[in-house]
């Protein structure tokens, strides 16, 4: 089974190294400065949300802003105790990217892309469905996501 390319991948550090060079003067600060990370959901699901602002002067008035977040406790060996590090990351490397940082690769970040490889296989060792069998979005069309952890389960 094939994952992501990670080809046109771009590390987080690489990204923030052309930041720093492009704007000296920038700063890479969290988007919600009081809180910088929030853990929400209930029950056995939670989630660690970061949220990164990539500003390229001090008072720039319009930021990248990056969002991310991770499940609590991680589902991987990559992200299980480094929950916040992972978002924190994540958020950064997208806050580059809507700022025009490296975006001609990539947003993911590592770990994203990892994660992204182990689910697929861990869905694809559960079940293997048969052709046809899951709905197909809509390219640029509103999407839909189920909404009880029953249904997700088919994510």
């Not at 720039?60 to 991987?76: Q, S």
């Not at 990559?78 to 940082?101: D, H, K, N």
């Not at 197909?136 to 952890?149: H, L």
């Amino acid at each position: 089974m094939s994952g992501p390319n990670m080809d046109d991948y771009v590390p987080v550090n690489e990204r923030i190294q052309l930041f720093i060079a492009k704007h000296p003067e920038g700063s890479l600060r969290p988007l919600w400065p009081d809180e910088p990370y929030r853990v929400l959901g209930e029950g056995e699901t939670k989630w660690l949300v970061y949220g990164a602002a990539a500003y390229r002067w001090p008072d720039d008035p319009a930021p990248g802003v990056g969002l991310a977040w991770e499940p609590v406790p991680g589902k991987t060996p990559y992200t299980r105790g480094s929950e916040l590090m992972v978002a924190e990351s994540s958020a950064w490397g997208r806050a580059l990217a809507a700022i025009g940082i490296a975006t001609s690769r990539s947003v993911a970040s590592a770990e994203e892309v990892r994660s992204a490889q182990e689910r697929a296989g861990a869905s694809h060792s559960r079940r293997t469905p048969s052709r046809g069998s899951s709905p197909q979005p809509t390219p640029n069309a509103p999407q839909t996501a189920p909404q009880s952890a029953e249904e997700g389960d088919a994510w």
